[in-house]
């Protein structure tokens, strides 16, 4: 229970200042030659303090496979890894350890257990997401070789990537430190953040997933359609406040007639309003949706609060945080969603006689 | 696999001109005194042929309790419960035994299974939510009963209700056919479905769900977020195109100084960006979500289209079709979110020593 | 929670005196062509009233599938069904509406759930196990053609069938009313239970089931073993005290050097002591169990007890019950089997790349 | 899928020659202070090399919680844990990289997955159990103290204990090598296993577990019943090949009017041959139960087998291996059972309103 997944599923644990961050993959098939380096290089992308923009925290991420792999190739059997905690600075938070700051999950973790480990946040840290990069990275191979799964930034605060994403090159993604592949937009995204970045503040934005290649046939009738298992994923991301596949928000001020995608001779349609997914099985146009991600809530700047007691206090964000979560967000969309997919894929292997 | 809830459980069967729908409700707790008229109250909201703005399809969509129940009370032991089909025009669905319905799931089925029953849509009617209305409004009686679960139509099509939830007066949300609480936005709302009835197309719009008095510590943190079962479950319903909590996609824009939710003394907070979720976790204040829902994809008028050999055809909706799903998707959403509720609140009981 | 099966799952509901009993099979793959009548052939080997040994009652235990199957074939879509009661006799159980039956699950009830349906015992009834032969008889079409379950009764009371399964005419099962297929002993057994009845006693005994050419790779390592998955089937049956397999509780007497199967070149084994699993996974070689039945706890004596209150009443069986409930839990034993290895069936299919 | 328990869940990994084991226990509640050096306790009591009659090998078998502890109290979030491996002769193992040993995993292994770690029997090696001796011997303490469980040694191959464990002092349990209460008898079986040993064979036997002060109430009507929920737990430890409860086999013998148990005023019963369950439920008395074991596989021997290309080969146990296992297993199925009953346990405190 809790776990990402149906069949091949991940069970997870870690917090911010805790040993270690790790899992375990179950019913993960036997034979793939896995590519680790691909994995480790997706916990690049995911990782502190590759760019300005970004906190400047320091961690390797290194991730460390402690069983279900033998030399080279998965035998089938769970598959456990560990990504230890390096540079822990506790002391940065000893301030909160009984302050609750705005917007934070100190409250509710207090309230719902009657215990925190409050150090960066404990479990409530977005730090968790090293382990579902690792998960989704191989499991995004175990999907056929040419299905795509393209992640960028399309809009921070009020600046939006203004063209579909058919007209982007997605080879442009890791080009720049904000993970917009529209040149122009992404510049005027980096300097919005280092604006918001020098007010103390932070900023929100959204994400657009696009999923090429994907097979026909891919979710579940009932209760497992492919847009709900994406929801469910994505809103589980920290920051995650929406999802929208398709058409989303929009399709809803449409009308049928123009809404509905009608046939080509070969079973594509002539447009996409659908997103890729008719009766929540795929149909093999774009999968594509989009995940509204609000502004980090710790800022550096003194915010008014109250402590445990209810006493006012005031907190102030320190050591290094965020002012955008979105270019580390990025990894952390696509291999989710790779896991979900590779999770309904399997699982379709099965579903005809 | 594939049911609804993690805990309490529901398990769901039927097809749109089968025999029957019905479902299994597991681990419902023993002891409580149901009221199942309230449950049949919830399907007749549902149900068809209620107004003029809605199909007149008519089915009374009567739910007959088959165990789990005994003198009235909940006995602990499995809830087994069917809703009998009735009224199935079978003969209005042959001319699409082969054809492909533009924006429908008749080609995803055939590819995913090979077989497909296509009356009325078979499985992917929307019809298949009669069994969620009856399990989420049982598990609604096992909510604290000041905890409050409103849904209503927030926009059509363009039409927007531009009141904040927190100026509308919930009990008139039955009050008109399109239920939306605004009187003035109501009418503009069934005008405009009128409209588009008469021509024959079908129109969008979203719904707007606010849950109150909740208690505190609802959620867990990680793989089982409020904010994600709420979203897997919407984006499950049938036509559910987006799904967005709290400041949603407009707290994208924002910034962190903005957009956080400063305390009160008693721990409620100033103001509810959050939507009343923090970590995935219920902090006491209103939870608040939308949902998009496309136009719905049949409609009464030619399309051109193609059949299972690729060949043209021309399909055109018979029969009785809603012009707008929002109206009978009101009940939907509300007793959905009393199920998920239902389940993370019996669970959060025994997430303490 | 709490369904049979990992993958396919059957989840089920009904009580001895409600209105019907019923499950869902979900997950059951599309397109295979079911045949109907040898489900209601099952049902039929399990009903009561079938000859002098077993209870008089009378009930038709006719299936009625009320989805996923389309003319003919499943659609890959969740399968109800439902077995109406027909014949409840609920005043013959007015006597024990607050008394507690020795060995039953009255006080159990009682106490876990504070409220119990006493009628026929309610949810304790051995009813629901119609449930499991009609979703084990159709799981059992999924498997390959050649795989052969076969139950049989090996021993009642201190009578056993001595002779090893090899020397069995399995065809010979269902000849006798004791389904016992050695004719000499399973006239012993029917004498036995005759004289037992005729004491208004009861008996219990054992089954013994063997599984014929099940393909090599059925079962999980760790957690989902073949023989554990059939141990806890098997030992949800409601009368079941013990379980073994291959060599079982014999095996424990034994040396490594005389209980090790010895491979012949063609990957068989000499011996099968092993029982045809290891490592928890099937080996090609005959997978043979054997289940121990405690004699039925309702007898037509008297029999000293106590009421909810804690006061001494007499409790006596009335009504119609089995002396035995050996004969009719033969097609138990073999659906619930067939169920057990359809799901791990479907699951080794996707356990590779 | 595939993990331990039903909402307290363990899900593990680790292969004998891997680099660790580990696993992630799911929901335990928050706010139980724990006692890490009874966990520590339990494993030593496992681990090799604690006598003449076990294996040789030397391990430390040190567990390492890595998250969802804090300051000495579980927090309510995953807790993750590791077990280094230590003392890999992978050599040893490097004669059986192609050739099958007899009753062992390898070839099923082989066939299942078409890959196989073959060091040490890889993922199927019985080391596997430390990871549920660390669970179970947490879970323990979730536990009202003055549950007590109690395994021991019942019997090593012919010779049995023939006291009932009523006159037992389980106290003793641990006072010898063997594990078995019964001083005289314990001599005897060690003197046995050292026999055995010296031939270069090996013996089976079994345990039996004895569960006092359990609440009532404990287990699910259907497909979770106590009795199937322990068998599933035991027959998944590697050699287990049977389990009974109650009277178990002999209760197949045996007459209703003789086997029923009576009940004193208190709602205790005069006899207990139901075993403590009623139903599948719990009902206040002894919760026992007994494990068959088969001799370990691996004989310090030559045996003739055959290897992957279906070649005569002579294989021969080398290294350290334990003549007989159920010394060690003793703690293994005293803490699989304590983390069956605390899963249900939990599960209990929710079903009633």
Redesign the interface.
Known sequence: ????G??L?L?????SH???????I??F????EVNLEEVQHQLDRRKPGQSAIVTQRKESDTV?????I?EG????????F?IENENQKSKDYSHIADA?R????D???D???????HRGG???SAR?TVNWVVAGSLAKQ?LPENVEINAYVS?V??IFCEKPYQDLDFSQIDSNDVRCPDAETAEKMISKIKE?KK?G??????ITCVIKNLP??IG??????L??????????I?A??????????C???????D?????????S?RTN???G???????GMDVYFRV????????L?P????DKA?N?VTVEGKGRHDPCVLPRAVPIVENLAAFVLADLF????????
């Open positions: 229970m809790f776990n990402l149906n069949f599923t069970s997870t644990f870690g917090e805790g040993i270690a961050y790790g899992g375990i179950n019913n098939p036997a034979g793939l460390k496979f402690l069983s279900g033998f190739k998965t035998t089938g059997t769970p598959i456990g560990t609750y705005p917007s934070h999950a409250f509710t973790y309230q719902k257990f009657g215990i925190r480990d404990g479990k409530s968790e175990l809009s605060g009020e918001i007010e503040n932070t900023i929100g934005g959204t026909v046939g579940e009738p009932v209760f497992g359609k847009q709900a298992e994406l929801a469910k994923a994505m809103m589980n920290n995650a406040k929406g999802f929208e596949y398709g058409s989303g928000f399709g809803a001020k449409m009308t049928g007639k809404h509905n995608d009608l046939f080509n001779e070969d079973f349609t309003l659908s997103g997914i008719q009766g929540g099985i795929s149909n509204a991600f609000k502004p980090v809530a710790t800022i700047r915010q008014e609060s109250i209810g006012s399997l699982i379709n292997r099965i579903r005809r006689i």
